[in-house]
């Protein structure tokens, strides 16, 4: 089945550095990606669509100069988080779906970051 | 901002009882997914439905499409303490084929 692999699964910085997580697709093309925050004991929150090749479709409040979205290639997407604060803190994830196969979801292990 | 109702918010339960949790909407869905989270992981897919009426099993689960398009529901029998963790549905409205719409969640507790 359709595998998603996250990277760094845990980050820590200190507050204004930026820090960069990489989602990729294993076996499979994804023109499109999800990424999502989530809060403890919170849903799903969803920031942006990753879009291959053209820019990412962000959520309403989510800041695109804060949270970069790269998609560059067809297997990988990118968000930096910028100038880093505590704030930003949270468990980020990401998703994709394989089109060739069925309409779901497949699901990165997620990052945690934590600002300093 | 979340369009779909999800309940119960957690559960208590204890070893061998069944589960049911639900999620509801007010609008219709051709797609509905359920997920299960474990603590510092991504959901992980257990059903995916796709047809009013549809009834699908996954070992211990069964889930449904509702009739009505508008709800679906996941079940867990004989519980055992490995199925502790977070359930979320998930459904897809037919208009817009790149959005996934998210429940908030079950939380799942089992008493060994």
């Known amino acids: 089945g359709a595998v998603v692999s996250q990277h760094p699964s845990r980050v820590i910085c200190k507050s204004g550095t930026s820090v960069k997580i990489e989602c990729r697709s294993l076996d499979f093309q994804a023109t499109t990606m999800f990424w999502y925050r989530q809060f403890p004991k919170q849903s799903l929150m969803l920031m942006a669509t990753s879009n291959e090749g053209s820019k990412a479709t962000y959520e309403q409040g989510v800041e695109k100069d804060k949270f970069l979205i790269n998609h560059a290639s067809l297997t990988l997407s990118t968000l930096t988080v910028t100038s880093a604060h505590p704030e930003d803190s949270s468990f980020y994830i990401c998703s994709a779906r394989d089109l060739s196969g069925a309409n779901v979801l497949t699901f990165g292990a997620g990052s945690r970051l934590t600002v300093l | 901002g979340q369009q779909l109702n999800q309940s119960p918010q957690s559960m208590f339960i204890q070893e061998g009882e069944d589960v049911s949790m639900n999620c509801t909407s007010s609008s219709i869905f051709n797609t509905w997914l359920w997920y299960k989270q474990d603590p510092g992981e991504g959901p992980v897919l257990l059903i995916a439905?796709?047809?009013?009426?549809e009834l699908t099993s996954n070992g211990r689960l069964t889930a449904q499409f509702g009739i009505t398009r508008k709800d679906s529901f996941l079940n867990i029998s004989a519980s055992i303490p490995s199925d502790v963790g977070i359930y979320f549905c998930a459904g897809q409205r037919s208009y817009n084929f790149n959005k996934f719409y998210f429940g908030s969640g079950t939380k799942l507790n089992v008493k060994p």
């Open positions: 439905l796709y047809k009013a009426g």
